[in-house]
């Protein structure tokens, strides 16, 4: 397997890049050549010109596209916005959020990406009434996967079964599954069987890590999805490499470990603590970011080197 990583690593915050060209550069140096590319970053502006009709989002990839051929580098995924709640609003942000999501895969297009990861309308329901809205969610950008040779991906919120009626419910050829660790460690459900169980539907993975459940006399605590490095939480990576050894899986090992190194309000319900009087180290500077980067991959290449897996 080739190992790949976000480019909301840097794009998320704001802090350490603006565009997806700044974040691409800051990968030079850190092992990567295969990259995420992520359009979560369009949620910080809201006149981004991926939510506006026209061609204003070329400029972006375009720009993206010219460093990661400076520096070799490929896209080999992206990640749709995340926009649940605008999906959910109907009228004009809906609107909004559709037109941004054509967008994405009209640049994914442009940029030889084969897939985009695409969270559902009621993301994680798996009720007949959810499956159909999720159909209706579907069809309102099948022609742009069509028109520009790029499969949708959908996300685990459930199980294999889940992802497997999702795609079977949507009667498109062009929706498959993305199997995130860190969503599964959550919910305390099989790595193994489910990653075997979806197969060949399997066209990509989200590797990071969390604490998922913490059982004790005293206390339950439910992890947030925090998006940490491997190793930094309770996932076992034995079966879920194994998962994918026995599933045949053809895609990249792609981290989503954004919090590897976390700036101040990586999550707004758990924000760094604030001192009046000074903010200096509020957020990691550049180069700590970059190191941590660095570490992601040196630990995602020993991990399938173990299994005897790993690609450059």
């Not at 050829?173 to 860190?182: E, F, H, Q, S, T």
């Not at 999805?225 to 034995?238: I, Q």
Request: hydrophobic share 35%; aromatic share 14%.
């Amino acid at each position: 397997m080739k190992i790949a990583t976000t480019t909301l690593d840097y794009l998320e915050s704001g802090i350490w890049a603006q565009t997806p060209a700044e974040a691409v550069e800051l990968f030079k140096d850190t092992g990567f050549r295969y990259l995420d590319f992520s359009f979560g970053y369009i949620q910080r502006d809201c006149n981004s010109p991926f939510f506006l009709k026209g061609d204003g989002w070329k400029k972006e990839a375009y720009d993206a596209a010219n460093v990661a051929a400076k520096y070799g580098f490929e896209f080999v995924l992206a990640h749709a916005s995340i926009n649940h709640e605008d999906y959910a609003a109907g009228g004009e942000r809906q609107e909004r959020a559709i037109l941004s999501l054509k967008n994405s895969i009209a640049a994914c297009g442009m940029l030889g990406i084969p897939d985009i990861v695409i969270h559902g309308y009621l993301y994680g329901k798996d009720d007949q009434a959810a499956f159909e809205a999720n159909k209706c969610f579907y069809e309102k950008f099948s022609e742009e996967l069509e028109k520009y040779n790029v499969y949708g991906l959908i996300e685990n919120g459930g199980n294999a079964e889940y992802l497997l009626e999702a795609i079977k419910v949507s009667k498109n050829p062009r929706m498959k599954a993305v199997w995130d660790v860190g969503h599964a460690n959550i919910t305390g459900m099989s790595q193994y069987e489910n990653i075997t169980t979806l197969g060949e539907q399997l066209r990509a993975v989200h590797i990071h890590d969390n604490f998922g459940h913490v059982y004790s006399d005293k206390l339950e605590f439910k992890d947030i999805d925090t998006h940490m490095a491997p190793f930094a939480g309770t996932c076992n990576y034995d079966e879920i490499i194994q998962g994918l050894l026995d599933a045949e899986y053809k895609g990249y090992f792609t981290l989503e470990a954004c919090n590897a190194m976390r700036w101040h309000e990586s999550y707004t319900w758990n924000p760094r603590k604030l001192w009046s009087r000074d903010s200096r180290l509020l957020n990691p500077p550049t180069e700590l970011r970059v190191a941590a980067e660095k570490l992601l991959y040196q630990t995602a290449k020993t991990m399938l080197e173990t299994y005897h897996c790993f690609e450059e």
